[in-house]
């Protein structure tokens, strides 16, 4: 039977599309197959919607997500009574969740929608569908006494009306009200309640949004700079200085068109990252000669140049009225969203009082889902080299807002912060290092002089070796400051990895350092090894990159079952390369008797059940290869593509194993979401380090740093 989450409220303007992207969230960890329903919807595109069809790739028919209009439902009410209205939907519901295992449904919004009691009709709603339910409360603007009154109330009407209530949210309340909130409600209620702060950045309209809704002519400015959160306005009206000292971060400026010279200004100081701010609101429809465009845009590439025709008091009326709303074109205030969901709601208790079933399959979603939650539930520290690169600084971002993971981002640090303000990026509390001008350089010299003395490195010469990010980088994760190293997006991975061989080096019991990617097909995740390092590996190092690999699928949640691939299966085959891989499978066979190792055998008998029927019916792995050895580069490099390009999977790798702590490259093309989850794959390794091997041995050498490399919040 489907089971359904009905996530409903009692008011408008509670926020509540955070619960429903964080419930969707962790369903589709859980769930291949994930329908949505709105029972009622407005006129109009359907924001939330669009976001979760985008963000979760769902495949349903639009049109099988709604039930009545506003309107229709209505007339349909006055006309034949609420009986009638419910089993319309009802039916329609049902059409939803024949084809889902479970069903995420979308209260009504309490938003004109000339229905009598609404909060019963949602109650009996659920009821109606068998769905449990989530209220959610809004606390915005009301003191801890009304919000502790009204969480109360909420909870004692679902029940009442025979709701099954999974838990209750009350959302945007003051921060500074949250923890005394959180801490009265605490066992008052007979299921657990979640108090959400109400975030600034949730509320505060983008750039293009605000464009959009004042129909304003965009003069400058590129899609990242439209994208930058509004947290503020500030009316240019003053002279040049005190207009200066009253601009904050994030702010949108509005100014009469005709002054160049606030235009110019506030520009040059979001150039200087004192403060980066969202853009710049022009109005009279005074547009600046070309000649202050020009050097306006050269001053801030990308920060938007806005210009409407009112003047600044309408202009006013309209901005103070406008709110953030989440859809597919707001992608990072969706990040905010779950970091903030996850933050302060138990998600390991929520999904268990949901009785969704289980998928077997572990779809790519799925995958990257539990590899976000995992990294998280034991926070590690992971260093950047590529500061200045914007895919990594897009990543950085995600992995902040999303709490995965605490990151040391190393450059020159105006420059991060200058590109950071360019994207509109916000790096919360990530830590920016200069290596040329940090204070640990001239520690880290001699570390590495001592390390490479056998080489005849001097200190001069370490000196100016870690002054590279990545060199520099290493060392942090060697000597205990951050817990790994993610980096290959604009670097080789010679110069990624090289580092690592001379500073980090192999882990004991380890003969090899070599790499895993993991392909994330439709149904199922497979483990693929050695596709980026080792270009003709022996048969021992073969053996010994099997066992690697299947350490690493086990530790990601992927039962290991070995095929020593060749192009012979069993018997069947002889000659140097297919000895090789017999001897390797007898190698791996010998030294770890509990792994399942199948070996020579050919790709398609180790992962299809009715060829292995045949060529090997007696063997525990064929058919069912979960860890795919290679024989060689050329072989493992040349399949993981033609899988990832013809079978449309989404390959996440190469992973790095053998190091005695995490070191991983990433593709130059490497995509943010590549980085997004190499990051996550590295935290989750150094998860494993015992604890001696992630304290910095030398503490009074290596200080951390200075408040002035955190990084500001654009």
């Given at each position: 039977m489907t089971r359904s989450v009905y996530v409903t409220g009692i008011d408008r303007g509670d926020g509540r599309q955070v619960v429903e992207l964080g419930v969707m969230e962790l369903l589709t960890r859980q769930v291949d197959r994930v329908g949505v329903f709105r029972p009622l919807v407005h006129d109009g595109p359907d924001r939330l919607f669009e976001l979760l069809r985008a963000r979760y790739r769902l495949t349903q028919d639009p049109a099988t997500v709604y039930g009545l209009d506003y309107h229709e439902a209505s007339a349909l009410q006055a006309e034949r009574g609420t009986d009638e209205l419910v089993s319309v939907l009802?039916?329609?519901?049902?059409?939803?969740?024949?084809?889902?295992?479970?069903?995420?449904?979308?209260?009504?919004?309490?938003?004109?929608?000339?229905?009598?009691?609404?909060?019963?009709?949602?109650?009996?709603?659920?009821?109606?569908?068998?769905?449990?339910?989530?209220?959610?409360?809004?606390?915005?603007?009301?003191?801890?006494?009304?919000?502790?009154?009204?969480?109360?109330?909420?909870?004692?009407?679902?029940?009442?009306?025979?709701?099954?209530?999974?838990?209750?949210?009350?959302?945007?309340?003051?921060?500074?009200?949250?923890?005394?909130?959180?801490?009265?409600?605490?066992?008052?209620?007979?299921?657990?309640?979640?108090?959400?702060?109400?975030?600034?950045?949730?509320?505060?309209?983008?750039v293009a949004q605000i464009a959009h809704a004042l129909d304003a002519r965009v003069l400058l400015g590129d899609h990242s700079g439209l994208a930058r959160d509004a947290l503020n306005f500030v009316f240019g009206g003053a002279m040049l200085p005190n207009f200066l000292a009253a601009l904050t971060p994030g702010s949108l400026v509005v100014t009469p068109g005709d002054r160049a010279d606030l235009v110019i200004g506030a520009l040059a100081a979001h150039s200087a990252g004192t403060p980066p701010i969202a853009g710049v609101l022009l109005t009279l429809d005074e547009v600046p000669r070309e000649e202050i465009l020009t050097l306006a845009a050269r001053l801030a590439p990308g920060t938007p140049v806005l210009s409407v025709s009112g003047t600044s008091f309408p202009t006013a009326e309209h901005l103070f009225a406008l709110e953030g709303k989440l859809n597919a074109a707001t992608p990072r205030k969706a990040e905010t969203a779950l970091g903030l969901f996850e933050r302060y709601v138990d998600t390991a208790e929520l999904l268990g009082r949901v009785s969704a079933p289980s998928s077997d399959r572990v779809t790519p979603m799925m995958f990257e889902h539990q590899l976000l939650e995992q990294a998280r539930s034991d926070r590690r520290r992971v260093v950047l080299p590529e500061g200045t690169e914007p895919r990594v600084l897009h990543a950085a971002e995600v992995l902040l807002r999303r709490g995965v993971c605490d990151l040391t981002l190393l450059g020159p640090v105006d420059q991060i912060r200058k590109r950071a303000a360019d994207l509109g990026i916000d790096l919360g509390e990530a830590r920016l290092i200069d290596p040329a001008t940090s204070e640990l350089r001239d520690a880290f010299a001699e570390r590495y002089a001592g390390l490479r003395a056998h080489r005849g490195v001097t200190v001069e010469l370490a000196h100016d070796v870690v002054s590279d990010v990545n060199y520099f980088g290493t060392l942090m994760v060697e000597e205990g400051l951050a817990d790994g190293m993610v980096s290959g997006s604009v670097h080789s991975t010679a110069a990624t990895i090289r580092p690592a061989f001379e500073i980090i080096k192999t882990r004991p019991g380890a003969s090899i350092v070599s790499s895993v990617f993991f392909m994330c097909l439709a149904d199922k995740v497979l483990v693929y090894g050695d596709c980026a390092v080792n270009p003709d590996p022996d048969a021992e190092q073969l053996a010994d990159i099997a066992i690697q690999s299947a350490a690493t699928a086990e530790r990601f949640g992927v039962t290991p079952r070995i095929a020593m691939l060749s192009y012979s299966t069993g018997t069947s085959g002889s000659g140097a390369d297919v000895d090789k891989v017999r001897a390797?499978?007898?190698?791996?066979?010998?030294?770890?008797?509990?792994?399942?190792?199948?070996?020579?055998?050919?790709?398609?008998?180790?992962?299809?059940?009715?060829?292995?029927?045949?060529?090997?019916?007696?063997?525990?792995?064929?058919?069912?290869?979960?860890?795919?050895?290679?024989?060689?580069?050329?072989?493992?490099?040349?399949?993981?593509?033609?899988?990832?390009?013809?079978?449309?999977?989404?390959?996440?790798?190469?992973?790095?194993?053998?190091?005695?702590?995490?070191?991983?490259?990433?593709?130059?093309?490497?995509?943010?979401?590549?980085?997004?989850?190499?990051?996550?794959?590295?935290?989750?390794?150094?998860?494993?380090?015992?604890?001696?091997?992630?304290?910095?041995?030398?503490?009074?050498?290596?200080?951390?740093?200075?408040?002035?490399?955190?990084?500001?919040?654009?």
């Open positions: 009802v039916d329609r519901f049902h059409l939803v969740a024949r084809d889902y295992d479970v069903v995420l449904v979308l209260g009504s919004d309490y938003a004109a929608t000339q229905l009598p009691d609404e909060l019963a009709l949602n109650a009996r709603l659920a009821n109606e569908f068998g769905a449990s339910v989530v209220p959610v409360v809004g606390g915005r603007r009301q003191s801890a006494e009304s919000v502790l009154a009204e969480t109360r109330n909420a909870y004692r009407a679902y029940d009442g009306l025979g709701c099954d209530v999974l838990a209750m949210v009350t959302n945007r309340v003051a921060r500074e009200d949250r923890d005394e909130i959180a801490e009265r409600l605490l066992g008052r209620l007979p299921v657990p309640c979640w108090v959400l702060p109400d975030d600034p950045a949730l509320a505060a309209p983008t390797a499978t007898a190698l791996v066979r010998e030294r770890r008797p509990d792994l399942s190792v199948e070996g020579p055998i050919q790709y398609d008998a180790a992962v299809e059940p009715t060829v292995a029927a045949t060529k090997l019916p007696d063997s525990e792995v064929a058919g069912q290869a979960t860890v795919l050895i290679f024989p060689d580069l050329n072989t493992g490099n040349n399949t993981y593509k033609a899988v990832q390009r013809s079978a449309g999977a989404i390959a996440v790798g190469p992973v790095l194993q053998g190091l005695r702590k995490p070191v991983n490259d990433l593709s130059r093309g490497a995509l943010v979401s590549d980085i997004v989850n190499t990051v996550a794959i590295t935290a989750i390794q150094a998860q494993s380090a015992s604890p001696s091997e992630t304290r910095s041995a030398f503490p009074s050498a290596f200080p951390s740093p200075s408040a002035d490399q955190k990084a500001s919040r654009p």
